[in-house]
């Protein structure tokens, strides 16, 4: 298949308008693509295609914070968060509003994680098992009544 060996980024910009996803996926992680193709990649309704866009490491830090967006997937979330192309800003936006503890923890170990996030995300979890472990007392208390 060519899109696996190809290496000109004109004919891997052309097959990223194929209609077979699984092309268009191929030519989101082949580490030639550029980053003007990418950013047409990242705004595929497939979000596999998305989420191999978050992992190429010459995605722009520009299409990297339009992925952190990804409100329904959390694989393109944590693709995003796991490229060190990703600033420091758009981790802590993401550590703000992120639910999913995959994605947290990937926040936390991009090397662009400033501290401040990374101790915010620290007190989340602390947080997180206080509230189950306060929870459990609870429920064990309420058995024995």
């Known amino acids: ?3 696996r060996i190809t290496t000109d980024p004109e004919t891997l910009d052309y097959l990223s308008k194929n209609e077979n996803c699984f092309v268009r996926c191929r030519v989101a992680l082949n580490p030639n693509t550029t980053s003007e193709t990418l950013d047409y990649l990242s705004r595929d ?13 010459n995605t722009t830090s520009e299409t990297l914070d339009y992925l ?22 758009t981790l802590k936006q993401m550590s703000i509003v992120e639910y999913n503890d995959y994605v947290k923890n990937a926040i936390k170990n991009n090397p662009n994680c ?3 996030t990374y101790k915010y ?4 979890e602390l947080l997180e098992d206080t509230s189950q472990t306060v929870h459990l007392r609870f429920y064990e208390n309420f058995k024995a009544l």
């Open 45 to 57: 309704l497939d979000y596999y295609i998305r989420y191999r866009v978050a992992q190429n490491p």
């Open 68 to 89: 952190s967006k990804d409100k329904k997937y959390s694989d393109v979330r944590r693709g995003v968060a796991l490229n060190p192309n990703t600033t420091s800003e």
């Open 1 to 3: 298949m060519l899109v």
């Open 114 to 116: 400033s501290l401040e």
């Open 121 to 124: 995300l620290s007190a989340l």
